[in-house]
């Protein structure tokens, strides 16, 4: 079930975490999605030789979990995402652990407004995403249950 927190409700300071294990498939299915099939993230070779020794996941995959966050949890349902501002800090690999965190940072009751801190840090603890997104948050209650997502089969490996 997934139930919204409205602009009211919100106060400076309240924050929402979700963890993610990145996984081969992980990265596949965001490049068949995306359209996004840079090397770097599909080709073992090619990645190994590249400044970064490896594949790595594509940065929006992760920034995908901060808005995935924001739709769901905190703000959630009826959450209108306006801009994000992230900067990208250090590479995420296959395996990596990635713990997405966004904390109420401002209000702006005109507009009804919020601007949250998004943190993005891997299993180290290190940061892997830091930035901001702002967005509308809902003004009435929405409880409503958690959507069934299609089985996805993936047909290609790294």
Wanted: aromatic fraction near 6%; include cysteine; hydrophobic fraction near 40%.
């Amino acid at each position: 079930m997934m139930e919204n927190v409205t602009y009211d409700e919100l106060e400076i300071g309240r924050s929402a975490s979700a963890t993610h294990l990145v996984s081969t498939r992980d990265i596949l299915l965001f490049a068949a999605v995306s359209g996004d099939v840079n090397p770097a993230h599909l080709d073992a070779d090619y990645a190994e030789a590249s400044m970064f020794k490896g594949v790595i996941a594509h940065g929006m995959l992760s920034a995908g979990w901060v808005s995935a966050l924001l739709g769901t949890t905190l703000p959630g349902p009826g959450t209108i995402y306006l801009q994000q501002d992230l900067r990208f800090c250090r590479p995420v690999r296959p395996g990596d652990t990635v713990t997405v965190t966004v904390t109420v940072a401002a209000k702006n009751d005109e507009k009804k407004q919020i601007t949250f801190d998004c943190r993005c840090t891997n299993q180290a603890g290190k940061d892997v995403i830091l930035g901001t997104a702002l967005v509308i948050a809902p003004a009435e209650k929405i409880r409503r249950p958690r959507p069934q997502l299609p089985t996805v089969r993936i047909d290609a490996t790294l």
